[in-house]
């Protein structure tokens, strides 16, 4: 696997334990990308010339193969964005702001992202509304992550789908974490909303999607106005696109959504249950070690989770020990991870994370475990 990823054959040294912030990108993807700004660039939607439309099937072409990635039902209900944040910011921003009023509750918990929470204390801000940690009859929206980036937990989103659809709630899933990990089906989810990032799934940087239900989406009014987001302009007044394209004003990041179909190919053609396999093992080796190792402290207790371990060693500092593998060419994360209540919720401010990708290996396992061993002895 690791042999599809440049990267690695112009760093063979290189062992990268931080998937969990970006990935790198396979030959395909960056092949994708070069393909179209080499030999096959044009805008998209605009024009009637053979570039302009080729580069509007093949934009096309990811936003189906989008659809299928996430069993979405319809096309329609794919928008792309700039990545989870960006969807997450556009369902505050036109979702949040339309349809939730004063006194009304969003529960978010301390466990989520920055992306996943900042949202939604501003918009509480703006609009007067409550953030809460739990579904009660107030709840009008629940923001979540399917997985988190922090412990690596995986939540049971059908579950929480099904008691926020008692309170009459909306539920916003953040897939950011779990979208390159394991087959997602929105369907089955019963989720409203659900976002992911690109680059995190092999695919180039500044391109996400947001998936919403058609309904919903068609109850959305646009955050950004311009070019390819409308129906109708005179000067005065104009009409909107229906989704998603009400959502996509301006010039779309053409080449990347078009990489963003290799991306999914190069998952699917491995297959989510063997990714899943492989990057579990992984993690469970390394937590094996882990464990027995002084002083060393695992965040979170959750058995469903995905490939990630976040830890702390009593009497070396996170940013020490990151600067320390750097040197040996380990690539581990290391500070709050984008997550500072959910660190603050540990009693921490900083931590170090390894997470993996399909091109991470055992060997590569014991040769971090080896390294840390020395930079315990070195550093404590
Ligand atoms: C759980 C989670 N949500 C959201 C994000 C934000 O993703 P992006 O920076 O690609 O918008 C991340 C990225 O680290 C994440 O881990």
């Not at 760093?11 to 912030?21: G, K, N, R, T």
Request: aromatic share 8%.
């Amino acid at each position: 696997m690791r042999d599809q990823f440049p990267i690695f054959k112009k760093h063979p040294e290189l062992i990268y334990l931080d998937s969990a912030a970006t990935a790198h990108k396979p030959k395909s993807v960056i092949d994708a990308l070069m393909q179209f700004y080499a030999e096959e660039y044009g805008t998209v939607h605009r024009a009637i010339y053979k570039g302009s439309l080729l580069a509007t099937e093949k934009y096309n072409a990811t936003r189906e193969a989008v659809r299928k990635f996430l069993n979405a039902k319809h096309a329609e209900e794919i928008v792309f964005t700039r990545g989870t944040t960006d969807a997450i910011n556009l369902v505050a921003l036109s979702w949040g702001r339309t349809h939730l009023k004063e006194g009304d509750e969003i529960c978010v918990s301390e466990k989520e992202h920055h992306s996943n929470f900042v949202p939604w204390q501003m918009l509480a801000k703006e609009k007067g509304l409550k953030l809460v940690s739990t579904i009660t009859p107030r709840t009008r929206l629940v923001a979540i992550a399917h997985m988190t980036n922090v412990t690596g937990e995986i939540h049971p989103i059908e579950e929480i789908v099904a008691r926020a659809k008692e309170v009459g709630a909306v539920v916003v899933v953040d897939g950011a974490q779990a979208a390159p990990h394991r087959k997602i089906d929105v369907q089955a989810l019963g989720c409203d909303f659900y976002a992911f990032s690109g680059h995190k799934c092999y695919g180039p940087t500044g391109v996400g999607v947001l998936y919403g239900k058609k309904a919903l989406l068609e109850s959305m009014p646009p955050v950004q106005g311009g070019g390819d987001m409308i129906a109708k302009v005179t000067l005065e007044k104009t009409t909107y696109a229906e989704p998603p394209l009400r959502f996509e004003a301006g010039t779309p990041i053409i080449g990347s959504v078009i990489a963003l179909k290799a991306a999914i190919d190069f998952i699917e053609s491995i297959g989510q249950d063997i990714i899943a396999t492989h990057e579990n093992a992984l993690r469970q080796t390394l937590e094996e070690h882990l464990r027995a190792v002084k002083g060393l402290t695992i965040l979170g207790t959750s058995l469903e989770k995905g490939p990630l371990t976040t830890f702390t060693i009593e009497g070396i500092h996170p940013l020490d020990l990151a600067t320390f593998l750097d040197l040996k060419n380990i690539a581990v994360r290391s500070g709050h991870l984008c997550a500072q209540p959910c660190l603050q919720s540990f009693g921490l401010t900083a931590a170090t994370r390894v997470s993996f990708g399909i091109y991470n290996t055992k060997e590569e396992v014991y040769r971090f475990l080896e390294e840390l061993d020395r930079a315990i002895r070195k550093l404590s």
